[in-house]
Nanobody
Framework: VQLQACGGGLVQAGDFLNLSCVAS????????MGWFRQAPGKEREFVST????????SYAGAVKGRFTLSRDNAKTTVFLQMSSLKPEDTAVYYC???????????WGQGTQVTVSS
């Protein structure tokens, strides 16, 4: 499975932005899919994931209530709707997937999100 992320850009604080991640190759039927991010000078951090079996979502505290993760019915694409963006949301966002519950073993390329104040 390959992951292709897109949708990053430059926005102002308070704006919204949508990211998408398409899974290609063989059909993904693993554990979860979602997003991590890495801000300049900081470690990569968890943002949100969706359980592939039941659709349950998980969010980091910093984005809960502002970001919404969903997937399409064909289970090939996940969407991250980001609203009320803050400058601290500025980061490279990575689409990730976990084939099993043990680790995130599939990573897509990053997409830059920049939020100006």
């Amino acid at each position: 499975v390959q992951l292709q992320a897109c949708g990053g850009g430059l926005v102002q604080a308070g704006d919204f932005l949508n990211l998408s991640c398409v899974a290609s190759g063989r059909t993904f039927s693993g554990h979860v899919m979602g997003w991590f991010r890495q801000a300049p000078g900081k470690e990569r951090e968890f943002v949100s994931t969706i359980n592939w079996a039941d659709g349950r979502t998980s969010y980091a505290g910093a984005v809960k209530g502002r970001f919404t993760l969903s997937r399409d019915n064909a289970k090939t694409t996940v969407f991250l709707q980001m609203s009320s963006l803050k400058p601290e949301d500025t980061a490279v966002y990575y689409c990730v997937a976990a084939s099993t519950s043990r680790s995130y073993d599939i990573w897509g390329q990053g997409t830059q999100v920049t939020v100006s104040s």
